[in-house]
Nanobody, 116 residues
Framework: QVQLVESGGDLVQVGGSLKLSCAAS????????MGWYRQAPGKQRELVAG???????VYADSVKDRFTISRDNAKNTVFLQMNTLKPEDTAVYYC??????????WGHGTPVTVSS
């Protein structure tokens, strides 16, 4: 089973930027489309952004024009560049496959806290 390790989360002020990374233990090209998800305290996990093998992307309305997802298939890594951060972006961020049938066990995630 693929293992996913997220990193890059931190405490940042409103308007700041962070870049998250997700390292996979096996080929993400074989997995297919990958996504970043987040779970805020007391809320359900939600999809933030997705990227296909070829680089096509999709974003939640709440992060459109602020976040950029990308992937490096050769390094089995998925990235999430987050700009103009808002307090409502505070959450634990996870990566996994977009397709439910291809999802592996969730990693520990990486916490992002945006302070006002």
């Amino acid at each position: 089973q693929v293992q996913l390790v997220e990193s890059g989360g931190d405490l940042v002020q409103v308007g700041g930027s962070l870049k998250l990374s997700c390292a996979a233990s096996r080929s993400i090209y074989n997995i297919g489309a990958m996504g970043w998800y987040r779970q805020a305290p007391g809320k359900q996990r939600e999809l933030v952004a997705g990227v296909t093998r070829s680089g096509s992307t999709v974003y939640a309305d709440s992060v459109k024009d602020r976040f950029t997802i990308s992937r490096d298939n050769a390094k089995n890594t998925v990235f999430l560049q987050m700009n103009t951060l808002k307090p409502e972006d505070t959450a634990v961020y996870y990566c996994n496959a977009l397709a439910p049938e291809k999802q592996t066990s969730w990693g520990h995630g990486t916490p992002v806290t945006v302070s006002s």
